[in-house]
């Protein structure tokens, strides 16, 4: 079995204009890391030129599908019947993005299926962990 999933999304970029543009996306979980969700943005789609990925909870991103959650950097809402809004705050500004509700509780499914909820603690490497921060290996 796989330890990691992958999933290609559509986000829009919510922005001034009236008309919103669809930007590829990629969510990823990796069960060696059982608390984070990625949500990687390609090159192109980079004010940058560069890939962009953010890292957050995956609870956070449960809860915000429900009401709105996140205090820093990374905030999730829902918005509407069938959307959920993203933004990712950084100094250069604030990017907000609209996905299908659906595709991501697809996602969270996957990840549920890969690693419950409440058992992430099973899947951490604490000794591999503390033995890269004290600079040793295993």
Not at 20 to 37: C, G, H, I, K, Q
Not at 53 to 77: K, N, T, Y
Not at 118 to 128: Q, S, T
Request: proline share 5%; hydrophobic share 45%; aromatic share 8%.
């Amino acid at each position: 079995m796989s330890t990691v999933i992958e999933q290609s999304v559509q986000a829009r970029m919510v922005a001034s204009a009236p008309r919103m543009e669809t930007l590829p996306a990629v969510l990823s979980y990796d069960r060696t890391d059982p608390f984070a969700v990625r949500m990687a943005f390609p090159a192109p789609a980079t004010l940058e030129g560069t890939e962009v990925s953010w890292e957050f909870s995956r609870e956070l991103l449960s809860a915000g599908m429900e009401a709105s959650a996140g205090v820093g950097d990374v905030r999730v809402r829902p918005f509407g019947y069938d959307r959920t809004v993203l933004e990712f705050h950084a100094a250069e500004g604030i990017a907000m993005v609209h996905v299908r509700t659906a595709e991501l509780r697809r996602f969270l499914r996957r990840a549920q299926e890969l690693v419950p909820a409440g058992e992430e603690h099973r899947f951490l490497d604490l000794d591999g962990s503390l033995a890269h921060l004290l600079g040793g290996s295993r």
